[in-house]
């Protein structure tokens, strides 16, 4: 069975930090281009970052680009997402994603992923 199990979300305030984690099972870690996405209340979905798992390769949304990093631990399937100088805009659910031909810039834009997560929700106080 397929999972990616997201974790670290909470509640921070504006300036902070937080880490979030992607356990990944069931499928080809290397194989995939895994990431994050986000939907804050009544907006779309938005890609925000990803990583190519078997070069480590990183792509960023400008929204985000120097104040987030993703990483990946091939070793334990695990994709993290570093979160710092957080922004109240910041505030969304943020969701794993996996896809096995999506990779680079297009991977951000692109909604039909092989595998989802089910969430982990990150507020931003003021």
């Known amino acids: 069975e397929v999972q990616l199990v997201e974790s670290g979300g909470g509640l921070v305030q504006a300036g902070g930090s937080l880490r979030l984690s992607c356990a990944a099972s069931?499928?080809?870690?290397?194989?995939?281009?895994i990431g994050w996405f986000r939907q804050a209340p009544g907006k779309e979905r938005e890609g925000v970052s990803c990583?190519?798992?078997?070069?480590?390769?990183?792509y960023y949304a400008d929204s985000v680009k120097g104040r987030f990093t993703i990483s990946s631990d091939n070793a334990k399937n695990t994709v993290y997402l570093q979160m710092n100088s957080l922004k109240p805009e910041d505030t969304a659910v943020y969701y794993c994603a996996a896809d096995k031909k999506q990779y680079g810039r297009s991977w951000l834009d692109y909604y039909g992923m092989d595998y989802w997560g089910k969430g982990t929700l990150v507020t931003v106080s003021s």
């Open positions: 990583i190519s798992t078997s070069d480590g390769n990183t």
């Open positions: 069931g499928f080809t870690f290397d194989d995939y281009a």
